[in-house]
């Protein structure tokens, strides 16, 4: 007997051979693109089994459109803000992500956009090639490091964890957090202090978006937020881009209220070229690559396949989101 699984994209490699191996009745969307929705809502009636990406939506339509054979959805993603959770524990959909496997990735590029905010990079690899390098000046695209500043972390989860310990190998002296609760334990490994989000963020010279996108954390970065930080306060996504609100933290660059932003992720993906973001000089933007390690895609693509795998035989998902 066939069981029908809707994979909305290639996955890398060996995660993709691994996936053809279990002999499902496989719908893939077959382009380097990703699946347009009537497609996806098409290719997944009668599906049992999905694997999606974060660009995916997957909402009552999509859920409606699957029909009742549906057992599990597993993300490529640690985020899930694009599943409707309720949903699918409604219809009794298991859901699978990727935790983990992409802390370490993730953890890095929030330290590569700590870095290159803070440094000017996006100025003096302009300035390289534009030949506005002319000699060797002792003020020119002087920033700031990290010794004896204040971090702070806003969702203290594993990757937030992770970008505090390279920081503080750094020479970050303070780490202050936010989040839903205090950690245990963080105090002892991190010396961090669990403070209210007025307190982080006007105590904070770096402020790092590690949390989940939730009605908790949904704009939270707004103008007047990032009017409170300190002048010389360097703030970075690899969040989602729904934790800010993009016109005021553009008004708060415009106004050098802070002096720099490095984002891994914006409102909407992609950032349309012609964007205020991509002009200003003190914002270095990436196009959500946090999680793009070969390492931790092909371990993410392995992950969705055993989780489907495991669902269809009405086992327990090895990485279930709970
Ligand atoms: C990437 O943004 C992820 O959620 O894995
Ligand atoms: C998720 O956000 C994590 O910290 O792993």
Known sequence: ???????????????????????????????????PRQALLDGVKGAQGVICMLSDNIDKEFFDAAGPHLKVVSTLSVGYDHIDLNQARQNRVKVGYTPDVLTDATADLTVLLCLAAARHMKSGIRACESGEWREWRPDWLCGYQFKGKT??????????????????????????????????????????????????????????????????????????????????????????????NQDGLVRALEE????????????PEPLPTDHKLFKLDNCVILPHIGSATIEARETM??????????????????????
């Open 256 to 267: 050098k209220l802070i002096a720099a932003a490095g984002l891994d992720v914006t409102t």
């Open 1 to 35: 007997i066939f069981q029908k699984v809707l994979v909305t994209r290639k996955l890398l490699k060996t995660s993709q051979q691994r996936l053809e191996q279990q002999g499902f009745d496989l719908v893939q969307w077959p382009h380097d693109s990703s699946m």
């Open 301 to 322: 693509g392995d992950m969705c396949v055993d989780n489907v795998v495991a669902a269809l035989n009405g086992k327990e998902l090895p990485f279930e989101l709970k």
């Open 151 to 244: 971090l702070g972390v806003v969702g203290m989860g594993r990757i937030g964890q992770a970008v505090a310990h390279r920081l503080k190998s750094f020479g970050i002296e303070r780490i202050v957090y936010w989040g839903r609760n205090e950690k245990p334990g963080l105090k002892e490994t991190l010396n961090a202090d669990f403070t209210s989000f007025d307190q982080l963020v006007t105590e904070s010279d770096f402020v790092v978006a590690c949390c989940a996108l939730t009605d908790d954390t949904k704009q939270v970065f707004n103008y007047d937020v990032f009017k409170k930080m300190k002048k010389n306060a360097i703030f970075v996504n690899t969040a989602r881009g729904g934790v800010v």
